[in-house]
T-cell receptor, first 114, second 117 residues
């Protein structure tokens, strides 16, 4: 099955700096890569996603890049703000036609300091 | 927010007792998932469903069973709860437009905090 590794596990940046979180996946058939943000005590919520036919996607201060050859994808947050502090999860989806599993990384706790 | 609710939200139970968690959706999504969340492990898939009565195991399925008799309901049962099953459980739903297309966004329920004493 799919295996997703995520690094780093914790990340501390100063307000205004950029943050980068990296993930690798094992199954080359995976074709959907979402990123979720989870604030303390809340449910995970999608912040951005990318499909395998696209190399990069951007939404305001966040962007995701995908390298299918190397089987890795990254989340980039620019001009970080205190409200970006949360746990971020990457995921990879393997669609077998009748069943689709969404496998998550272990999470990155991002702290944005003033 | 997507129409997905979990019940109960909190539960304390004794070791050896059966426990059932319910996930209910109003979105008519095909796929439903049960995850557990533990510190240092992220979200780990327990079981998932790709249709009524169609289910499969995830990476941490031992000690858990599921049932889906209706599109809108996905039940997770701990046959005999153990302390290692103390966790926060999340249900999620997702959809595809066609069989050959990737998943759409997965929506999560609010979570159920289960404590086994």
């Amino acid at each position: 099955g799919e295996n997703v590794e995520q690094h780093p596990s914790t990340l501390s940046v100063q307000e205004g700096d950029s943050a980068v979180i990296k993930c690798t996946y094992s199954d080359s058939a995976s074709n959907y890569f979402p990123w979720y943000k989870q604030e303390l005590g809340k449910r995970p919520q999608l912040i951005i996603d990318i499909r395998s036919n696209v190399g990069e996607k951007k939404d305001q201060r966040i962007a995701v890049t995908l390298n299918k050859t190397a089987k890795h994808f990254s989340l980039h947050i620019t001009e970080t703000q205190p409200e970006d502090s949360a746990v971020y999860f990457c995921a990879a989806s393997l669609n077998t036609g009748t069943a689709s599993k969404l496998t998550f990384g272990t999470g990155t706790r991002l702290q944005v300091t003033l | 927010d997507a129409g997905i609710t979990q019940s109960p939200r909190h539960k304390v139970t004794e070791t050896g007792t059966p426990v059932t968690l319910r996930c209910h959706q109003t979105e008519n999504h095909r796929y439903m998932y049960w995850y557990r969340q533990d510190p240092g492990h992220g979200l780990r898939l327990i079981h998932y469903s790709y249709g009524v009565k169609d289910t499969d195991k995830g990476e941490v399925s031992d000690g858990y069973s599921v049932s889906r008799s209706k599109t809108e309901d996905f039940l997770l049962t701990l046959e005999s709860a153990t302390s290692s099953q103390t966790s926060v459980y999340f249900c999620a739903i997702s959809q595809t437009l066609r069989q050959d297309l990737p998943l759409s966004e997965a929506f999560f329920g609010q979570g159920t905090r289960l404590t086994v004493v």
